[in-house]
Structures are given as structure tokens and as C-alpha cells.
């Protein structure tokens, strides 16, 4: 593994930034950035299909829509490439601005883009380039935010603060589950499947200038200034970490995948199939999974504070072996279709994902130096997103329609495996200097 910039450089400059003011940022920035990645995966499971894909069947809609979800995937690595180069060139303050102008631009466009039956081929290409940019935005939100908290952190609470950012998902996630649910009960399923879908999407301007609020007043982070003090900024950060640093990239990238298998297989794809092959009312179903994310919500704060105290690897390898247990549960709990069994197998499978989520805002900062730490960290975690997440969905689809939700469970517990054998690779952070 790579080692960091030592101690002394970081001390050469003061913290300008309040700890309270470093939480705010990251903490709200990531929560508007992700409300407006899931809505997108929630509006996949429910609408976007019939409403932007032709009729042949429902299963081809459902395919259509998972596969443009999956494309932001694919773009959040060229995200992380394009605002990882700015952010260690010229800081994390002004990338982390423009990351959340372009989500936010993105997703308040989608909700004016229209349908098939308007605009024909036109309405799922617009929706797709659109879905790209929110990838592009994305890819350069995590890596800003998790250096924000971490740069800026006390010694021996890194994993604290570096929760903060992987907190923010969660509470997007709640968010944006709790006004669809709202838009359903307040408007019923017609007027929201005609317009009401829309609503979420353009809510996202008011809460980008939230976002930008909060994130104009900060100063830059101080281990970034004693960086730049030290040395030039690296003329391609991307060639140094693929050149010097691809070690710790597999590394992070691999231990990462598993919570992107379980998040989008325990959401979006049980929204899908718990909607449409048990019959649960989308409104029922929302609600499910606001209870599970809320035991994801306190599992990160949890998670973070027992890294703090053991290491990030302990804590790392028991929630990869829970997240195991959550794919065995999936065929079983999922499948019985009760509402007792249905609640346990989202909770445990969110509460997993809280485990082992939270520990990587700290994990993937440590893995790389200061001069390239916002690429190699936000490409970790995004090239992750292609394996474990941009098709995680479709993949459910197929196997559910192949072998039945087992094998979809399956699925999960050999992300988790091969996760697990990756963080055994891994060196302990816990008491690297950045």
C-alpha cells in the first residue's frame, strides 16, 4: 500500500474550517447529490419504463429502465478522472461546487423531459445523456466530500468524520423514498404516474442552492494547502495513480463493489419485484424501505465509531460476512412475499450495507498521498459502481426470470466474498498521517 504525506506538512497550516462547518458541507452536500442519484433508481422501478421506453412487454420496459440507470455508472469513473484532475490540481472547494451544479442541473432537466408517446425517440435519449451527466456530477461528488471531512479531521476521528459523507446517502435515500411516498398518497397512482413523478426531479434546483450555500463559505482544506506548498501540482493525477498506485486502486475499488451489489439489489430491485411480482402497493413498499433505511442511518454512525476504536479491517470483514448472510437471506425473506419476512430482509440487508459503507469515507482517502488522493479515492469508488451497482439491477431481473430470487441472493453474498478477500489483502489505515 502506498503511504501518505506525513504529519509535519499537514501542521505547517492552521485548520481554517470549524468542525462544525466541515460536517454542514459534507454532510448536506452529499445528501442533495445522492437525492438526486436514487430518485432516478426509484422513478426506474416505478415509471420511467412505461413512461419513457415503447410497449412490447413489461419485463422489456423494466429492462429498458434499469439499463439507462445503469448508465450513470458508467460515466461517475470519467466523473472522478475529470473533477479528481481539478480537485488535486486546484482544489476541493471549487470542484465540489461544480460537481453539485452539474447533478443538480441534470436531474432538475430530467423532470421536464418528455415521455415516449410525445416525443418519441427523442424522450429515452434525452433521458439518457441526461442520466450521464448525473453520473458525471456524482463521480466527482464522493471522492470532494470524503476529503473534506477526512483533510479537516481531528487525529484518531477520522472515520468520524469521514462517516459524515457516507451518512448523506442514506439521508437522500430517506428523503427521496419519503416524497414519492407522499406524491402517491396525495395525488394517487394516475395523477402521479402522468405527472407527479416529475416533481421530485425539480425540486432538486431549490435544493442545489441549499448545497451551494453551504459549501461557498468554506476555506480550502489545509492538507491540501501544505501539499501545495510542498510541490507542484501533478500535471495528470490519473497517469500518476495508474502509473504508482494501482495496487491500493484494485484494492479499494474491489473492496468497495459489495455495497454497491447489496444497496441497489436490497432497493432498487426490491421495489421492482416487491411492487410488481408481489403485488405490494408502491406506497407500502416506500415505506418498507424508509423503516430499512433508517437502520442503514444508525448502522454508519455505529460502524464509524467502532473503526475509530478498532481498525477499519475488523469492522470491514464482520459486516462483509453479515452482508453474506443478508444474500443467503434474500430467496427465503424476499420471496415469501410477508410483510414480517419482506421487513426483516430489508432491514438486514440496509443494516449491512450501513456497516459497511461507512468505514470506505475513511478507508479510500487513507489508501492514497495528498498530490493524487481525490482521483485515486473517487476512482475507487467508482469503478466499483460499474461492477457492483450499474448493473445490479438488470442482472436481478435476468436471474430472478432465470433461477429464481436464490440465485439473485446469491448473487450478493459473491460480491461480498470477493470484497471480503480483498480487505483481507488490505494493510490497516487506521494510523496513517495524511
Known amino acids: 500500500m502506498t503511504s501518505v504525506t506525513s504529519g509535519p506538512a499537514q501542521e505547517r497550516v492552521a485548520p481554517v474550517n470549524s468542525p462544525g462547518k466541515v460536517i454542514a458541507a459534507s454532510l448536506i452536500g452529499t445528501t442533495i447529490e445522492f437525492y438526486d442519484f436514487y430518485i432516478y433508481g426509484i422513478a426506474a422501478a416505478l415509471v420511467i419504463g412505461p413512461a419513457f421506453f415503447p410497449a412490447s412487454s413489461e419485463l422489456a420496459q423494466s429492462m429498458g429502465a434499469f439499463m439507462s ?6 460515466a461517475r469513473p470519467l466523473g472522478s478522472v475529470l473533477f479528481g484532475h481539478f480537485g488535486d490540481r486546484m482544489g476541493r472547494k471549487t470542484t465540489l461546487v461544480a460537481s453539485l451544479l452539474l447533478m443538480g442541473g441534470a436531474t432538475a432537466l430530467i423532470g421536464l423531459v418528455p415521455t415516449y408517446d410525445t416525443w418519441g425517440v427523442w424522450a429515452p435519449l434525452a433521458l439518457c445523456v441526461l442520466r450521464f451527466c448525473q453520473g458525471l456530477g456524482l ?13 479537516n479531521a481531528p487525529e484518531g476521528r477520522r472515520a468520524w468524520f469521514g462517516m459524515f459523507p457516507q451518512l448523506g446517502p442514506s439521508l437522500g435515500f430517506l428523503l427521496a423514498n419519503a416524497l414519492f411516498m407522499g406524491l402517491l398518497y396525495a395525488l394517487g397512482e ?17 435544493l442545489v442552492f441549499v448545497g451551494l450555500y453551504v459549501r461557498m463559505s468554506l476555506e480550502e482544506s489545509p492538507v491540501f494547502k501544505a501539499s501545495q506548498q510542498e510541490a507542484a501540482p501533478r500535471r495528470a493525477p490519473v497517469v500518476e495513480v495508474l502509473a504508482h498506485h494501482k495496487r ?26 416487491g411492487t410488481r411480482a408481489l403485488g405490494y402497493p408502491k406506497e407500502t413498499f416506500l415505506a418498507l424501505l424508509c423503516l430499512a433505511v433508517v437502520v442503514m442511518a444508525v448502522m454508519t454512525p455505529v460502524s464509524a465509531w467502532w473503526c475509530d476504536r478498532v481498525g477499519r479491517k475488523p469492522v ?56 493524487v488522493r481525490y482521483t485515486g479515492a473517487s ?16 442482472i436481478a431481473e435476468l436471474l430472478v426470470s432465470w433461477g429464481g430470487l436464490a440465485w439473485v441472493g446469491g448473487y450478493v453474498s459473491v ?16 494510523r496513517i498521517a495524511l
Open 69 to 74: 440507470f445503469g448508465l450513470a455508472f458508467l
Open 139 to 151: 463521480g466527482g461528488e464522493w471522492g470532494g466530500a470524503a476529503l473534506l471531512a477526512t483533510e
Open 190 to 206: 394516475e395523477a402521479f404516474l402522468d405527472w407527479g413523478w416529475r416533481i421530485p426531479f425539480l425540486v432538486s434546483a431549490v
Open 248 to 273: 491500493p486502486l484494485v484494492q479499494g475499488t474491489l473492496a468497495m463493489v459489495s455495497c454497491y451489489a447489496l444497496f441497489y439489489t436490497s432497493a432498487v430491485f426490491a421495489l421492482s419485484h
Open 316 to 371: 470491514l470483514i464482520i459486516g462483509m460476512l453479515v452482508t453474506i448472510g443478508s444474500g443467503m437471506s434474500l430467496g427465503p425473506w424476499l420471496g415469501s412475499g410477508s410483510l414480517v419476512g419482506v421487513t426483516a430482509f430489508l432491514c438486514l440487508s440496509l443494516g449491512a450495507m450501513g456497516l459497511i459503507f461507512a468505514p470506505m469515507g475513511a478507508l479510500l482517502p487513507e489508501l492514497f498521498p495528498t498530490a
Open 379 to 394: 476512482a475507487a469508488y467508482n469503478l466499483a459502481g460499474i461492477l457492483g451497482a450499474s448493473m445490479a439491477p438488470w
Open 415 to 430: 460480491m461480498a466474498l470477493m470484497s471480503l478477500v480483498a480487505i483481507l489483502t488490505l494493510t490497516e489505515t487506521r
